[in-house]
């Protein structure tokens, strides 16, 4: 019965930290009380603590990813899955309130929860210093990123100058190897009528993909790029099966259909005049 309890535990480590030296030892508890206590909330409430990790003489100022003990525990935590930590208090984590909310944020983006046994809530409390911090820090990421679109923006700037070519983004139809080709053919084929009918949007579809002619997906085109295809001005999306694409007959020229169904209308007596003038 143990054992399955033991198996439906959480599993979670510990985090220890001492700055002062005066404080390590054996003949000292600080180490000692920091991981009782750990243990004992595990217990209460359903976790197993699977490790222990100590920072003896760190200061709790110094940023936590400079931490020899909170690094290998950090690197740990990726590779077995474990994602929950549990310190003494919220100041055996840092005591200075930046390297705090910044290392919980890393924590936090990481899918690692950290919990503070003498008040859970400590990483997640709404002071205004706190609230402060977390806007602070959401500004200045939000800051980051703008500069780094505006640095790619100009990248790609630069290249569209030195090329004179369309750099990055979603490229059209007409920008695609193998375009130019793939948009004039569907505009041929919209554009002449079979058995005197226009073929929609879906026929065109289908006689491209008869000529080897399919999306990147490598499947047939939809209707919807068939129409953006007309729309467009010339290159595409086309990837032609090798050895596979099918000889079609210039849509410039009719169909055997229509040239039958033409030829009838001229030689129908029928349609002829009572003098056999076409006119």
């Known amino acids: 019965m143990q054992a399955m309890n033991s198996k439906a535990l959480r599993q979670a480590v510990a985090y220890l930290r001492t700055s002062s030296a005066a404080n390590i030892g054996t003949d000292?508890?600080?180490?000692?009380?920091?991981?009782?206590?750990?243990?004992?909330?595990?217990?209460?409430?359903?976790?197993?603590?699977?490790d222990s990790y100590y920072d003896a003489?760190?200061?709790?100022?110094?940023?936590?990813?400079?931490?020899?003990?909170?690094?290998?525990m950090l690197e740990r935590l990726l590779s077995n899955g474990v994602r929950t930590i549990f310190v003494e208090t919220?100041?055996?984590?840092?005591?200075?309130?930046?390297?705090?909310?910044?290392?919980?944020?890393?924590?936090?983006?990481r899918g690692i929860e950290l919990i503070a046994v003498d008040s859970p809530d400590s990483f997640i409390g709404n002071t205004p210093t706190a609230n402060l911090i977390r806007q602070v820090l959401g500004a200045v990421s939000e800051f980051e990123k703008a500069m780094l679109v505006e640095k790619l923006r100009g990248a790609r700037e630069r290249k569209r100058r030195e090329t004179g070519k369309k750099v990055g983004g979603r490229r059209n139809y007409a920008e695609i190897d193998g375009g130019p080709e793939l948009i004039a053919l569907a505009k041929k084929l919209h554009r002449y009528r079979v058995n005197g009918r226009q073929r929609t949007l879906a026929d065109v579809a289908t006689a491209l993909a008869d000529a080897g002619y399919l999306s990147s997906a490598g499947t047939q085109y939809t209707p919807t790029a068939v129409s953006r295809m007309l729309a467009s001005a010339g290159n595409s999306h086309a990837q032609p099966l090798k050895g596979k694409a099918k000889s079609l007959s210039s849509p410039l020229e009719p169909d055997a259909a229509e040239l039958k169904d033409n030829m009838t209308e001229v030689t129908d007596p029928l349609k002829r005049t009572p003098l056999g003038s076409r006119w």
């Open 28 to 50: 000292k508890d600080s180490e000692r009380r920091q991981g009782e206590a750990v243990k004992e909330f595990a217990h209460s409430n359903g976790y197993e603590i699977i």
């Open 57 to 72: 003489a760190v200061s709790g100022a110094d940023p936590v990813t400079v931490r020899p003990g909170f690094s290998a």
């Open 90 to 109: 919220a100041s055996r984590f840092a005591r200075d309130l930046i390297v705090q909310e910044t290392g919980y944020e890393m924590l936090k983006s």
